[in-house]
């Protein structure tokens, strides 16, 4: 079992910026797929960023793409989310989550280990 633990989350002002953190415990980090998923109230749980294990290929989900940049430390067992010009609906629980070993995944369903989630509050 992998364990995420997600940091950085808060409320922020519309126009703003946090950076969120997630540590993993996984013995297989640098061979793994990981992303950043988020799920508002009432929504589906959405794939906003993924990133390879070498940070090769990412994936950025229309709605983030340009303002959130993901990116990895394989030498923490680390990946971040960068979150600029942060909008209302922006606002969400923020979960890491990692793939199987070796494979790619863009879609919540193509996660096999999730975090227990950060909130991210935007104020307009």
């Known amino acids: 079992q992998v364990r995420l633990v997600e940091s950085g989350g808060g409320l922020v002002q519309a126009g703003g910026s946090l950076r969120l953190s997630c540590r993993s415990s996984g013995r297989m980090f640098n061979d793994t797929t990981m992303g950043w998923l988020r799920q508002a109230p009432g929504k589906q749980r959405e794939c906003v960023a993924a990133?390879?294990?070498?940070?090769?290929?990412?994936h950025y989900s229309d709605s983030v793409k340009g303002r959130f940049i993901i990116s990895r430390d394989n030498t923490k067992n680390t990946i971040y989310l960068q979150m600029n010009s942060l909008k209302p609906e922006d606002t969400a629980v923020y979960y890491c989550?990692?793939?199987?070993?070796?494979?790619?995944?863009?879609?919540?369903?193509?996660?096999?280990?999730w975090g227990q989630g950060t909130q991210v509050t935007v104020s307009s």
């Open positions: 990133i390879s294990r070498t940070s090769i290929s990412t």
């Open positions: 989550a990692a793939a199987r070993p070796f494979t790619w995944a863009t879609t919540p369903y193509e996660f096999d280990d």
